[in-house]
């Protein structure tokens, strides 16, 4: 019986140990080689979060990007992979942050991340910048608008201070500001729009819903009237 015990006891906690995250293998494959460039390395405001991001190039020029946070010896990787190299912001208190990723020509999607159990982690189910196009689109002054090309969300500086810059006195920690943009390759000809021009909106991380401050409202009705000149 002491015998089987201790075999047991000893499966038990192979298992155990084999099953344990925090034990658990992390980091990018092998092929992926750490990027050198000092532009894409971020840290938190904290210095608890390092922001590493690894490059693969395969055949036919086709590059992979993995993102990975690391914090002491743990490392989580932000997914998606992507095929380019991205711009990060934190909030000032370290807990939420913001990814900045250029997806083609003129184009940028934003994701969103989360602190949960000391690992950042995908905050919503989608990205940020979908739900953003979901508003505008939602929307009675812009749910016309059909965009083409060079679609575009970009996070707005001052995440890190609340945007103090703009004169607002918003909660620290609260607030994202988006800029959205794109061009109309189709459009109709009694129609001036030929595309969108930094139209803002601000999204709520609290409640993990947008508005339009009011401060914003004619420049975004500008916005609405941009017109390409070719």
Not at 130 to 137: E, I, K, T, V
Not at 149 to 173: C, F, Q
Request: proline share 4%.
């Amino acid at each position: 019986m002491t015998a089987l015990f201790r075999t047991a006891s000893w499966l038990a906690l192979a298992f155990t140990l084999a099953a344990s995250p925090a034990l658990a293998a992390s980091g990018p494959p092998p092929d992926y080689v750490l990027t050198d460039n000092a532009d894409l390395a971020f840290t938190s405001p904290d210095g608890a979060t390092r922001i590493e991001q690894y490059m693969r190039e395969g055949k036919d020029f086709d590059i992979k990007w993995q993102v990975w946070a690391r914090r002491g010896e743990q490392m989580t990787e932000l997914k998606p992979e992507q095929g380019y190299g991205a711009g990060f912001r934190f909030t000032a208190d370290s807990q939420w942050l913001v990814r900045m990723q250029k997806t083609g020509s003129g184009a940028q999607d934003l994701f969103l991340y989360h602190v949960e159990n000391g690992a950042f982690v995908n905050a919503i189910k989608t990205s940020l910048s979908d739900l953003a196009w979901a508003y505008f689109h939602s929307r009675p002054d812009t749910k016309k608008m059909k965009l083409d090309y060079h679609i575009s969300a970009n996070l707005m500086k001052g995440t890190e201070e609340a945007y103090r810059w703009l004169g607002v006195d918003w909660p620290n920690n609260r607030y994202l500001l988006i800029s959205l943009s794109g061009e109309m390759d189709k459009h109709p000809k009694n129609v001036a729009v030929k595309g969108l021009a930094d139209w803002k909106c601000r999204y709520d991380l609290k409640t993990g819903k947008f508005d339009v401050p009011e401060m914003f409202t004619k420049g975004n009705a500008e916005a609405l009237k941009w017109e390409i000149k070719r």
